[in-house]
């Protein structure tokens, strides 16, 4: 069976149809995804804090998202690849964007990209979308600009800026955008801007009536350390199932009792 498209999720807004969305950062966790029926897979730059070790996802670069969106792609045979264009990959402007993006599309095979900003981005939404790049844009809580916003704070509260929220989802839809990440949004502005688009929102810290819902993989499946933010669910606590395995195997070296028979070759 084929790929999804941006054309089947297009159609999924028309029927009222919600979807899952999920990280993915290698060719093995993507193939589970892709099994589970998972349309959408993110390559996110959220690789920088959940897979390549960095504090924030500021310094990730073309290179890291390439490689990975590459893994992503060879491990999936259904899902949609969106690749994300990291920081400093297209804030110089539309035709650095398309660089970039085209990078993805021809070395990773991504079927879309994403990247960060409404109005502040909705010339390189158009340059690339004209170019046969589709493209999912994320407004609201964008994590390239933390050092900007000093944290992780809920956006969108307040007249002013609701209504700033509102332009900026409107921008990239006009811009041709096939979806639009609203993150870290109050859930009564985030149903609002969904009510107002024709394009499907994907939520993050958005509330329910999103059209759809992302979650960064090792989140969701309980394999992040410390705290996890509120709008986080845990389907499964992996990191402690993991540690309970390599615990389990390294008392089986030092007590003698691994390589049983049944692993061994005579
Ligand atoms: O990089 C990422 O994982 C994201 C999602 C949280 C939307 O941008
Ligand atoms: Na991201």
Redesign the pocket.
Known sequence: SRRITVRDIAAAKERGEKWP?L?AYDAMTASVFDEAGIPVL???????N?HLGYET?VPVTMDEIAILAAAVVRGTKRTLVVG?LPFGAYQEGPVQALRNATRLVKEAGVGAV?L?GGERSADQVELLVSSGIPVMA?VGLT?QSVNAFGGYPVQGRGEEAAQQLLRDAKAVQDAGAFAV?L?AVPAELAAEVTRSLHIPT?G?GAGLDCDAQ???WTDMAGMTAGRVPKFVKQYLQLRELLGGAAKAFAEDVIGGTFPAEEHTFH
């Not at 993110?42 to 920088?48: I, T």
């Open positions: 969305m990280t993110l390559v996110g730059d959220s690789m920088g959940c996802t994300d994403k960060e994320h994590p990440v993150e994907v993050i992302v979650l960064v």
